[in-house]
Protein backbone atom coordinates (compact mmCIF):
# COMPACT_ATOMS: atom_id res chain seq x y z
CA UNK A 1 0.00 0.00 0.00
CA UNK A 2 1.22 3.42 -1.06
CA UNK A 3 2.34 5.82 2.13
CA UNK A 4 -0.39 8.32 1.31
CA UNK A 5 -3.23 5.99 1.44
CA UNK A 6 -1.98 4.14 4.37
CA UNK A 7 -2.12 7.36 6.07
CA UNK A 8 -5.55 8.21 4.95
CA UNK A 9 -7.12 4.80 6.14
CA UNK A 10 -5.48 5.22 9.33
CA UNK A 11 -6.47 9.11 9.77
CA UNK A 12 -10.40 7.88 7.97
CA UNK A 13 -10.12 4.95 10.85
CA UNK A 14 -8.81 7.20 14.19
CA UNK A 15 -10.89 9.99 13.67
CA UNK A 16 -11.83 11.95 16.07
CA UNK A 17 -10.42 8.95 18.74
CA UNK A 18 -6.76 10.62 18.93
CA UNK A 19 -5.80 13.23 21.27
CA UNK A 20 -3.97 16.30 20.53
CA UNK A 21 -0.36 14.64 21.07
CA UNK A 22 -1.15 11.62 19.25
CA UNK A 23 -2.57 13.73 15.97
CA UNK A 24 0.63 15.99 16.27
CA UNK A 25 3.29 13.17 16.19
CA UNK A 26 1.05 11.43 13.71
CA UNK A 27 1.12 14.48 11.39
CA UNK A 28 4.83 15.02 12.31
CA UNK A 29 5.79 11.47 11.19
CA UNK A 30 3.45 12.02 8.47
CA UNK A 31 5.23 14.94 7.02
CA UNK A 32 8.84 13.42 7.64
CA UNK A 33 8.93 9.94 5.92
CA UNK A 34 12.70 9.56 6.59
CA UNK A 35 11.77 9.54 10.01
CA UNK A 36 12.13 12.17 12.89
CA UNK A 37 14.94 11.62 15.93
CA UNK A 38 13.37 12.27 19.47
CA UNK A 39 14.98 15.76 19.68
CA UNK A 40 13.25 16.59 16.26
CA UNK A 41 10.13 15.33 17.43
CA UNK A 42 10.75 17.44 20.55
CA UNK A 43 11.47 20.67 18.65
CA UNK A 44 8.75 20.63 16.49
CA UNK A 45 6.32 19.47 18.89
CA UNK A 46 6.99 21.89 21.79
CA UNK A 47 9.73 24.34 20.49
CA UNK A 48 12.20 22.65 22.86
CA UNK A 49 15.20 22.19 21.58
CA UNK A 50 16.88 19.59 24.40
CA UNK A 51 20.60 20.87 26.03
CA UNK A 52 22.34 17.06 26.41
CA UNK A 53 20.90 13.79 27.80
CA UNK A 54 17.06 13.31 27.01
CA UNK A 55 16.58 10.86 30.50
CA UNK A 56 14.93 13.57 32.46
CA UNK A 57 13.17 15.13 29.82
CA UNK A 58 9.32 15.53 30.69
CA UNK A 59 8.00 16.09 27.26
CA UNK A 60 10.24 13.47 25.39
CA UNK A 61 8.85 11.10 27.80
CA UNK A 62 5.47 12.26 26.63
CA UNK A 63 6.73 11.91 23.30
CA UNK A 64 7.95 8.24 23.59
CA UNK A 65 4.60 7.23 25.95
CA UNK A 66 2.77 8.42 23.27
CA UNK A 67 3.94 7.01 20.36
CA UNK A 68 3.99 3.35 22.72
CA UNK A 69 0.15 4.52 22.88
CA UNK A 70 -0.22 4.78 18.64
CA UNK A 71 1.46 1.62 18.66
CA UNK A 72 -0.89 -0.07 20.70
CA UNK A 73 -3.71 1.26 17.99
CA UNK A 74 -1.69 -0.45 15.37
CA UNK A 75 -0.14 2.70 13.69
CA UNK A 76 2.62 1.66 12.42
CA UNK A 77 5.35 3.41 14.03
CA UNK A 78 8.30 1.92 13.70
CA UNK A 79 12.09 2.11 14.93
CA UNK A 80 15.17 0.58 14.89
CA UNK A 81 18.37 1.46 17.36
CA UNK A 82 20.52 1.41 13.67
CA UNK A 83 18.01 4.10 11.99
CA UNK A 84 17.44 6.69 15.02
CA UNK A 85 13.76 8.17 15.67
CA UNK A 86 10.62 7.46 14.49
CA UNK A 87 8.93 6.84 11.15
CA UNK A 88 5.58 5.57 10.03
CA UNK A 89 6.23 2.44 7.45
CA UNK A 90 4.70 -0.37 6.62
CA UNK A 91 7.47 -2.18 4.62
CA UNK A 92 7.86 -5.65 5.37
CA UNK A 93 11.61 -5.32 5.83
CA UNK A 94 11.14 -2.63 8.19
CA UNK A 95 8.58 -4.20 10.26
CA UNK A 96 10.29 -7.17 10.34
CA UNK A 97 13.62 -5.57 11.48
CA UNK A 98 11.87 -3.79 14.25
CA UNK A 99 10.18 -6.90 15.33
CA UNK A 100 13.44 -8.67 15.13
CA UNK A 101 14.70 -6.21 17.39
CA UNK A 102 12.14 -6.22 20.21
CA UNK A 103 12.62 -10.26 19.93
CA UNK A 104 16.16 -9.57 20.98
CA UNK A 105 15.47 -7.13 23.62
CA UNK A 106 13.11 -9.50 24.81
CA UNK A 107 15.12 -12.88 25.34
CA UNK A 108 18.37 -10.62 26.26
CA UNK A 109 15.84 -9.36 29.05
CA UNK A 110 14.82 -13.00 30.05
CA UNK A 111 18.33 -14.20 30.34
CA UNK A 112 19.09 -10.96 33.07
CA UNK A 113 15.66 -12.45 34.81
CA UNK A 114 17.41 -16.36 34.45
CA UNK A 115 20.96 -15.10 35.61
CA UNK A 116 18.87 -12.78 38.79
CA UNK A 117 17.22 -16.31 39.66
CA UNK A 118 20.77 -17.58 39.73
CA UNK A 119 22.56 -14.90 41.78
CA UNK A 120 20.03 -14.51 44.76
CA UNK A 121 19.35 -18.25 44.58
CA UNK A 122 15.52 -17.96 43.87
CA UNK A 123 13.84 -21.03 42.13
CA UNK A 124 12.58 -19.52 38.68
CA UNK A 125 8.58 -21.08 39.84
CA UNK A 126 9.02 -18.17 42.79
CA UNK A 127 5.75 -16.23 43.08
CA UNK A 128 6.37 -13.28 45.11
CA UNK A 129 4.90 -12.40 47.95
CA UNK A 130 1.43 -9.90 47.99
CA UNK A 131 0.86 -7.56 50.59
CA UNK A 132 -1.70 -9.63 52.10
CA UNK A 133 0.61 -12.51 52.86
CA UNK A 134 3.52 -10.71 53.53
CA UNK A 135 4.63 -10.44 56.97
CA UNK A 136 3.81 -7.19 59.23
CA UNK A 137 7.33 -6.76 60.03
CA UNK A 138 8.81 -6.26 56.37
Same mark, same amino acid.
Given at each position: M?? !? @?MHTMIENELAGELS???? +????ALKQHPAGLTRPELLL???QE =???GSLANNVHDRMIRKTIQRLRERLIPIVSTSREAGYRLDTSPTAVHM?????QARVEALQDRIR +? @? !? =?FYQVPETFVPAT =???QSPLL
Open positions: DP !H @AGLEK +QIFEMIY =KPEMIAEM +Q @A !H =K =KAT
